[in-house]
């Protein structure tokens, strides 16, 4: 009896490892999303949210793409079926992140698979996919994404307080920070040349495609780079 709690309490100790590793590795990325949670917040309050309504965005959608997307979309007085259809395709590169998780979560509980799915975002995937983890460990997921949220949805508070109580709260430039975090989340990752053309291709088609005004600019650009890349990385031989 004694051996069993002994091994049930080293395997939580474990566990709990795991967790808090997960959330240490997300931390710096949770710092730096915060001006963006702050002015979703705010935003939310501005198009007319209440404190309720604009938490409950970042608590059930937690996208902060597609809640900028959507209040701007309501403010405009888009119809639903418009706002559904573009939700989808700014999200739609979670189908790519769930593409390549797959074999790693296939395996888990039902549970399981509808938490970390639902936690799912840029930065979980950045620091727990197959190229950065050699070992799937879903602990140290389930820890930083449940960090990242938190963060995020604390931020949103923040924000909603503060459009409250501050006139012009976008005018601080906080709309900055959703560019910081994906260019922290995407240098670090070019490690060689395919995926530095493949990174420059996206940039290249993504500003021409916004120039150009195409709202499918997401979804030319991601397989345009993927191909470029995979195609480079074919020509030098790299993996």
């Avoid at 970390?116 to 997921?141: C, M, N, V």
């Avoid at 053309?197 to 993504?206: D, E, I, K």
Wanted: some cysteine; glycine content about 10%.
């Amino acid at each position: 009896m004694h051996v069993n709690e002994t091994i049930d309490y080293l395997n939580w100790q474990q566990k709990l490892r795991s967790f808090l590793k997960g959330a240490v590795a997300i931390s710096p990325l949770t710092v730096a999303v915060l001006p963006w949670g702050v002015l979703t917040g705010s935003l939310a309050i501005e198009s007319g949210f209440d404190a309720v309504q604009g938490q409950a965005l970042s608590g059930i959608v937690f996208a902060g793409a597609v809640q900028l997307a959507i209040m701007g979309m309501i403010q405009a007085g888009v119809g639903l079926s418009s706002i559904l259809v573009s939700a989808l395709l700014i999200t739609s590169r979670h189908f790519l992140y769930s593409m390549v998780m797959r074999n790693r979560v296939s395996s888990l509980p039902l549970r399981w698979r509808m938490a970390l799915g639902f936690l799912l975002t840029d930065e979980l995937f950045s620091i727990a996919h197959p190229g950065q983890l050699k070992y799937f460990d879903r602990w140290y997921t389930l820890g930083g994404g449940l960090c990242f949220y938190l963060g995020w949805n604390l931020a949103t508070l923040v924000g909603i307080v503060a459009g409250k109580n501050i006139d012009d709260l976008g005018a601080l430039g906080l709309d900055f920070a959703i560019a910081a975090t994906f260019i922290a989340l995407v240098i670090p990752s070019i490690k060689n040349s395919s995926i530095l053309v493949c990174v420059l291709t996206a940039l290249v088609s993504s500003v021409i495609c916004e120039v150009m005004q195409l709202q499918v600019g997401l979804l030319i650009s991601v397989p345009l780079a993927m191909f470029v890349g995979f195609a480079c990385a074919r020509a030098r031989g790299e993996r």
